[in-house]
């Protein structure tokens, strides 16, 4: 019982971050991106992979139910619960994504109108997006209400095509032009002004994409990253707006939709055991005082 008692409180440590030799430790969340691919890697079918930015590799996640559309653009909501848009067709839809079981879930469509990127402010919860309603218009920045689909306000236009935008933790906005079919220039970077849509360049990236580019996502190490069309990964830095390309998934053509997913958190039942663990050897040791 004692040993049990011990192993309990040791696991307890380690969740806490404790290299028991005095100090503590906090190991930075790995950079994994989860992404939708149309095609497949030529082994495993349409679905969602894993792709690990340290080590390079590509892990396939889950195939999709049938029927399941095409996912354009994910937004990961604070809570952890996924959302995706439908791709570049009429009506726009708003779909509920549960990762895990391959399944979307209407929520709402838009006649008319395509979320061209969509991204939940983490200081705010509020879901935004940027509409398309074809190449000759402006895109607009909106508020979308998540259990609709349906745009609560509209904030002001986009002085800019095909934008993917994205949130830092600290809700500041930004974007860039994934694809040049709008008349923008590809990769170019921006700071956006969340409430009016107002843009501020940062840089260009003009040579740095080679496919259109989908969706944008902000990781824990302080960078947005997009992968485009074509499986290559790209890394953004907010502060200066310079995108790095990272190389290619593995995976084929295909590509839509990104999002950060942080991997190995331990469950908050695991924490709770490991408390109970720290409780029961505290209250044993006093015992034997």
């Given amino acids: 019982m004692r040993f049990a008692s011990l192993l309990v409180c040791f696991t307890a440590f380690g969740l806490l971050g404790f290299d028991f030799a005095g100090q503590s430790e906090v190991s930075a969340d790995p950079v994994v991106l989860t992404f939708f691919d149309e095609n497949g890697d030529g082994v495993n079918g349409r679905g969602f992979y894993d792709y690990d930015v340290d080590s390079g590799t ?45 399944q979307f879930g209407l929520k709402g469509e ?3 109108t395509i979320y061209q990127s969509v991204e939940f402010d983490p200081t ?20 979308i209400d998540p259990a609709t689909g349906q745009i609560i306000n509209v904030l002001g236009n986009l002085g800019a095509k095909r934008m993917r935008i994205g949130f830092d933790d600290n809700g500041n906005m930004f974007g860039f032009v994934g694809s ?49 069309h074509n499986s290559n990964v790209y890394r953004f830095d907010p502060v200066t707006g310079v995108g790095t390309d ?16 942080v991997v190995n958190v331990p469950e908050p039942g695991t924490f709770a ?3 109970a663990g720290l409780g029961l050897f505290a209250a044993r040791r006093r015992r034997r005082a």
Avoid at 183 to 189: M, V
Avoid at 199 to 228: Q, W
Avoid at 246 to 261: C, E, K, R
């Fill in 246 to 261: 990272l190389g290619f998934t593995g995976t084929g053509s295909g590509i839509f939709g990104v999002a950060v997913n």
């Fill in 180 to 228: 040049s079919s709008g008349g923008s220039l590809r990769g170019a970077f921006y700071s956006i002004n969340k409430s009016n849509g107002q843009l501020t360049f940062m840089s260009t990236n003009n040579t740095l994409i080679r496919n259109v580019a989908i969706d944008m996502a902000y990781a824990s190490d302080g960078f947005f990253y997009s992968i485009d």
């Fill in 273 to 275: 055991a490991g408390f």
């Fill in 58 to 102: 590509t892990t396939f996640r889950r195939p999709l139910d049938i029927g399941s559309p095409r996912a354009l653009d994910f937004a990961k909501r604070p809570d952890g619960r996924w959302f995706a848009t439908n791709a570049q067709t009429l009506p726009g839809q708003l779909h509920r994504v549960t990762i895990d079981k391959g």
């Fill in 110 to 112: 838009t006649p008319g």
């Fill in 124 to 143: 705010s919860g509020l879901l935004y997006g940027n509409t398309w309603t074809g190449n000759s218009n402006p895109e607009q920045l909106v508020t």
